[in-house]
């Protein structure tokens, strides 16, 4: 199992900056994939940004240009740097570890931007 906890949301102006962070824990050696999903009350969990074990990284093309994924093993975290934030980007935002078949999530972290 993988533990997961994010931190780093907030309310920011549009065209602001946040990095959020996720802590990662328990059988981190067995995950294929880390990710950052985000979700609005009525819609489905949409993938913003994805990082493999090698480093491979895939962005939504809502977000590509603005957002970075990144990984640090020796803190056992992983990180999504969001730049130029738009309105459109308000959400609560969550970690996800992906091993086999199976997705492990934390509980989200809201993220607000202001017109």
């Known amino acids: 199992q993988v533990q997961l906890v994010e931190s780093g949301g907030g309310l920011v102006e549009a065209g602001g900056s946040l990095r959020l962070s996720c802590a990662t824990s328990?059988?981190?050696?067995?995950?294929?994939?880390f990710g950052w999903w985000r979700q609005t009350p009525g819609k489905q969990r949409d993938m913003v940004a994805l990082?493999?074990?090698?480093?491979?990284?895939t962005y939504s093309d809502s977000v590509k240009g603005r957002f970075t994924i990144s990984r640090d093993n020796a803190k056992n975290a992983v990180y999504l740097q969001m730049n130029a934030l738009k309105p459109e980007d308000t959400a609560v935002y969550y970690c996800s570890a992906e091993i086999a078949v199976k997705a492990y999530w934390g509980q989200g972290t809201q993220v607000t931007v202001s017109s």
């Open positions: 328990g059988s981190t050696f067995s995950v294929n994939a």
């Open positions: 990082i493999s074990t090698g480093g491979r990284t």
